[in-house]
């Protein structure tokens, strides 16, 4: 018993003598965070005080901010000033209170591209092509856009007035009402008029969805549609995902749940290895059918996890190519006294198989691959086109367009350009009925044409600044033909002769296919190909 009366006595001392070890611990980790912000002071004070004009204190405090953010070399993580705050928040999520219309400058103006579903713009009148003169009284000709929408933008129940010019050259003066929009991001193929239209096959009971970004609303959205088509005997579902730049987690989650009723969906691990497994659950999974997914460099993020996971789930097959590889996971923060807020990467995300989503620079494998005989690329040029003539046929207009009440892949190659989505049908098909998936890519390697398509990007890249060294290196010769009229030295130091200067050539991989003089030692023609003399073996 006596032993026991020295327990508690010996135990406050070995708490307080802990209590003591660790308070001059915390206070030397306070004093070093302490330190570390000394000379950022005493720059700022020196600058404050003596710089030769006033500092703009903001700009010093927000370029801190963002020098701090550019030493993570993480172009995910970023810092939102107050004034760009309402933007950020518009994006993550998809909800603002406006007029409800796409739009865009052209010529000068600020112009109409499509008004929204159910929008207060439609209500109005507003139409595909208008031209918003006037916003309040005041001209938008040569506005900058964010300053028209800013315009647009207010509080819900608030009128805006502006006048517009219709495509049929008649003007007219418009109110209308604010209200709070909801970005719809699930979408048909075409309109038929305000309707989408889904039908890809309708003796097959083939549909199309197109999910634009990953929102609070997604999973409803995605449900209620596949829901009503559920109706009309659907059997098989090509879900587009190209260009979807990702958004919620909590959404991309949810919408690989509709699909999945067991089994892991993603799981995000932060730099010590510990994270979450987010998992599938029954309750809600709609019936099992055939899926083909299209994706492409620009799908990422939240995009890349439903992909991964309905594919590694063998729920769905994956076409196009390779996903950007944003696989990390980010955190927002409001920073004190209305001072910001900051976006930074807290982990990265993980597909059931631990695959890595996200790419780093010295990464040979990243985000979600197509699956073997779905690779089937697209040069970027003719990709732009894809996307141009679909724009036409999702905009609300007057008039149907001559859309058809259900497409199929003769029509949408025809129309709308898109070989990898004609093949994405066709590989549909094939399987609803029976057969065999078809390999539509041949044997394509998606690792080849991953890194075929970057090297594309980064010689399209070099071409766009050696374009801008000859814009300006016509620019200094016209200087230095001023400084020479004016009788000063027309050569600069720097300058280098051409004059039979050799251009070496070479491939990807390095070998030389051929070297070339440079005849006159005129720069500018000798980049566009036009005085190269090959260099005959002696």
Known sequence: MRSKKFIAPALLIVLTGSLLVQLPLAIADRSSVYEWFNPIIDVRDLLIRTYVTEPDQDKMLQLMIEGMIDALDDPHTSYIPPARLAD????????????????????????????????????????????????????????????????????????????????????????????????????????????WNYCLDRDLGLAYVRITQFTQSTREELYNVLNALSRDDLNGLVMD?????????????????????????????????????????????????????????????????????????????????????????????????????????????????????????????????????????????????????????EIIRDANNGVPSCTDADWIREHLLDTQLAAAIESLAARVQGEPWPAPGGDVESTHVAFDQEM??????????????????????????????????????????LLNGVVTVRDRHGNVIGEYRIDGGDMNLALQGMRLTPIEDE
């Not at 400058?105 to 499509?114: A, E, Q």
């Not at 801008?468 to 300058?495: F, I, M």
């Open 456 to 497: 594309t990007r980064i010689a399209d890249e070099r071409t766009r600044l050696i374009e801008r060294l000859g814009t300006v290196e016509r620019r200094l010769n016209e200087l230095q033909d001023l400084a020479a009229d004016a009788g000063r030295e027309r050569l600069l130091p720097e300058d280098v002769d």
């Open 241 to 393: 995902m190209r260009d979807n730049p990702g958004g919620s987690l909590a959404a991309a989650v949810q919408v690989a749940d509709l699909f999945l009723d067991s089994g892991p969906v993603v799981s995000v691990r932060n730099r010590h290895g510990k994270g979450d497994t987010f998992q599938a659950s029954r309750e809600g999974t709609l019936p099992d059918l055939p899926m083909v997914i299209l994706v492409n460099g620009a799908s990422a993020s939240a995009s890349e996890i439903v992909a991964g996971a309905l594919q590694e789930s063998g729920r769905a097959k994956v076409l196009e190519t390779r996903t950007y590889g944003k696989g990390s996971v980010q955190e927002v923060r409001e920073l004190p006294f209305d001072q910001g807020t900051l976006k930074f990467t807290t982990a990265h995300y993980h597909l059931p198989s631990g695959r890595n989503l996200n790419r780093l620079p010295d990464s040979e494998v990243w985000g979600v691959d197509p699956d073997p005989g779905f690779v089937m690329p697209v040069p970027d040029r003719e990709y732009l086109e894809i996307v141009r003539t679909r724009r036409e046929f």
């Open 88 to 195: 950020f928040e518009r994006q993550m999520h998809g909800t603002y209170v406006g007029i409800g219309a796409e739009v865009n400058v052209v010529d000068g103006y600020l112009t109409i591209i499509s008004p929204m579903d159910g929008s207060p713009a439609l209500e109005a009148g507003v139409m595909a092509g208008d031209t918003v003169l006037e916003i309040e009284g005041e001209s938008t000709f040569n506005v900058p856009i964010t300053e028209s929408i800013n315009r647009l933008l207010g509080e819900p129940n608030t009128p805006v007035n502006i006048r517009v010019r219709h495509v049929d050259g008649t003007e007219q003066d418009l109110t209308i009402i604010r209200r709070r929009i909801v970005t719809t991001t699930v979408r048909g193929l075409v309109r038929s008029g305000e309707q």
